[in-house]
């Protein structure tokens, strides 16, 4: 699989990538980064803290669930009944410490951002809220409420379609038979805070 890597992608963050996740999972990676970069422009973000949130967010997606829950232990981050049954969950909180820790980000929002992409929680900031938006809806994604994502965010605006991604988001793991508090959570404040 070829990738297209934009030139102007810091290549110290690119050569960490491409040892730690598959091509599949980089170009991802690349897609997503490349769709939270046009939403910043369009809602005002900056666009290096976009760059930067978007490349790093699935830092951690590879990792072993046993990597995942060592690490989760190892910087004390609450694992709750939901991430304890599904560790993968725990791929952001952990690649938002990794990155801190060992790439040397210290940038609070891109912390946020990473840290909180899986789950969502309420009072999350624009950038989280936007990486949470392009990390569901980026153009390589092949479920159809990614398309329809990205139409509410061109007709409707930025709000309403990250609260249709998190709505979609906590049918999708309803139907699993497990939804993280979290999620439900953010879920239910965008709406009051949209007032829907």
């Known amino acids: ?70 690490k989760a232990a190892q910087y004390q981050i609450p694992v709750n009944e939901t991430a304890s049954a599904c560790p993968a969950l725990l791929h952001g909180p952990v690649a938002a410490e990794e990155c801190r820790r060992t790439l040397g980000v210290p940038d609070p929002d891109i912390y946020e951002a990473i840290y909180w992409h899986t789950f969502g929680k309420p009072g999350l900031e624009k950038l989280g809220q936007a990486l949470y938006l392009a990390d569901f809806a980026e153009h390589s994604r092949t479920h159809a409420e990614a398309a329809h994502t990205r139409a509410v965010l061109e007709t409707a605006g930025f709000e309403a379609a990250v609260r249709y991604a998190a709505e979609k988001n906590v049918e999708h793991l309803a139907r699993k038979k497990y939804c993280d508090p979290h999620t439900l959570a953010f879920y239910h404040w965008l709406q009051e805070k949209d007032g829907v």
């Open 1 to 70: 699989m070829e990738i297209k890597i934009p030139a102007h992608y810091p290549p110290e963050i690119i050569s960490q990538l491409q040892r730690r996740l598959s091509p599949g999972r980089l170009a991802h990676t690349v897609s997503t980064t490349e769709y939270l970069c046009a939403i910043a422009r369009e809602i005002g973000l900056d666009e290096f803290q976009a760059l930067q949130a978007g490349l790093l967010h699935d830092f951690c997606r590879e990792d072993t669930d046993e990597v995942l829950l060592a």
